[in-house]
């Protein structure tokens, strides 16, 4: 066959249609169109809704490296952080267990110079653990509700305490709880001792700058009284056992027109705290005539 008798014109598909820009300018104006009409009529949702379901497992199956590579790294890195934390917390039993033991043996030696001294032994006060409830919904008292009460053995009266120092006394007792007023409530006071100096006075509840604290009244202005002193119950009230922590100084204010000093202290316990430890008054007597 000659080559001069190919036909080499173009097929049909090719020559015939509209010009190249005229079907870009069509299928755009269309696709904009369908997006529009999709976004009001949400007619290819099903379509959508059918796709993803057909391809989830395929994305399971697509992230499950990934997932195992973060499981592994997370598993050694908290494998790592359990190790640490293992190591501190036994530095940190042996120097609990080496302060325990001079604790014991301070409380002798006390014990024994009480006794020589002919003065009342120290006793320890039974104790139990309560969960708070709820605060109570008053804005002009601070108190909570814990879930002891007269079923547990909970006295009026009782002070209330945590890790930090004491949180305050139960005020009111019912059969299965018991309401706790905070040592930073304008009706409470306690009689504390400053350690370093060993003054006695008495704290109140007070509100300084919109903060809970508690105040030291009638402290004379020359009073030997320092910013970080630390405050702990002194016992004489028969209520609180002597040496729990109560707060440290953090405000004093000295005016040469006033003869005492306005003292305010930061109480040392979380009052907002999810557990307190419930204790018997110590001037309080059990059922068989001892304090406890």
Known sequence: MALDSIDRTPPPFFRVGFAPLTKLIFFGALSLLLMYADKQLQFTLP????????????????????????????????????????????????????????????????????????LQPLL??????????????????????????????????S???????????VTRVFPMTSEVTLLTDRDQSIPVLNSRTGARNVAYGDILNGTPQIELRFVPASADVKEGDLLTTSGIDGVYPSGLQVGRIGHIERRVDISFARIHATPLAELKGRHVLVLRPSGLKDGKGNTP
């Open 47 to 118: 379509v959508r809704s059918a796709l993803s379901t057909l391809i989830l497992p395929v994305q399971w199956i697509v992230l499950q490296p990934g997932r195992a590579i973060e499981s592994v790294s997370e598993y050694f890195q908290n494998l790592d952080q359990a190790q640490s934390d293992l190591a501190a917390a036994k530095i940190k039993a042996l120097q609990q267990a080496a302060r325990s033991q001079q604790v014991e043996q301070l409380l002798l030696e006390n014990q024994n110079l009480r006794q020589l001294m002919g």
């Open 124 to 157: 320890a006060s039974s104790s139990q653990v309560a969960e708070v409830l709820f605060d109570v919904a008053d804005p002009y008292n601070q108190r909570m509700v814990i879930d002891k009460g007269l079923l547990k053995d909970v006295a009026l009266g």
């Open 159 to 169: 002070p209330v305490i945590d890790a930090g120092g004491v949180v305050g006394q």
